[in-house]
């Protein structure tokens, strides 16, 4: 509240209780200790299935982070298509779907269906009643013989990670010894093509008035 006139000076609070308004983060190492003991309930909650879903490779917007890939919402459904597996499917075995998301190359799209392959190959199914098989369900000497080796994998991360390539792999120079032939002035011809598609249209033009100065010469 601002002063306004010859009033009298306002009755400011310095002196308030502020040690009692400050939050000290304490109990830091006990909620460590309680965020672990969460996660391996739950882990032995949904065992043996993983702790959390595949999910695709994606690239990172603009310009500035399109060099990185991350992981995305959801598989699109032409990459379920390409993979063979149904959209209503997929989440009961623990694929993320994003119905939404469209894939702009064919790049991601191979990328995520090889990633959709690489985890179904590893995939066992448990059938949900015993003794009651479905087609969908994986063999009866699969099962057996993954309880019998006790390989329960509690994360799809850490079995299929996301990796980003370093720099020193990704950007490399080419030496022209490396390049096919009629390559060797591939941004000259870049620019001739361009010129050329831009400048038809004069180029006709004056072509033609070159042919009517002609004829009437001859006239």
């Known amino acids: 509240m601002t002063i306004k006139h010859n009033q009298q000076i306002q009755h400011n609070h310095f002196r308030k209780d502020w040690q009692r308004r400050v939050r000290c983060h ?9 965020r672990r003991n969460a996660r391996l309930t739950k882990a032995a909650a949904v065992a043996p299935r993983p702790v959390d879903k595949l999910r695709p490779v994606v690239r990172c917007p603009t310009i500035k982070y399109n060099r990185r890939v991350r992981a995305g919402r959801g598989f699109s459904l032409a990459e ?34 090889e990633r959709l392959k690489a985890y179904q190959a590893r995939l066992i199914v448990f059938p949900r009643r015993v003794g009651q098989h479905k087609k969908t369900d994986s063999s009866k000497e699969e099962v057996e013989a ?21 720099r020193e792999k990704a950007i490399s120079g080419i030496k022209k010894s490396d390049m096919g032939e009629g390559e060797s002035a591939a941004y000259r011809k870049l620019r001739d093509a361009r010129s050329d598609a831009r400048l038809v249209g004069v180029r006709e033009k004056r072509a033609k008035a070159k042919a009517d100065d002609a004829t009437a010469a001859k006239k």
């Open 80 to 113: 379920l298509k390409a993979a063979g597996i149904p959209k209503k499917y997929a989440p009961t075995i623990g694929i993320a779907v994003d119905p939404r998301r469209v894939n702009l190359s064919e790049e991601s799209l191979k990328a995520n269906v």
């Open 26 to 34: 304490f109990d830091q190492p006990g909620r460590k200790q309680r």
């Open 146 to 166: 993954h309880k019998e080796e006790g390989n329960i994998v509690r994360s799809t991360h850490s079995v299929l990670p996301i990796v980003n390539v370093a």
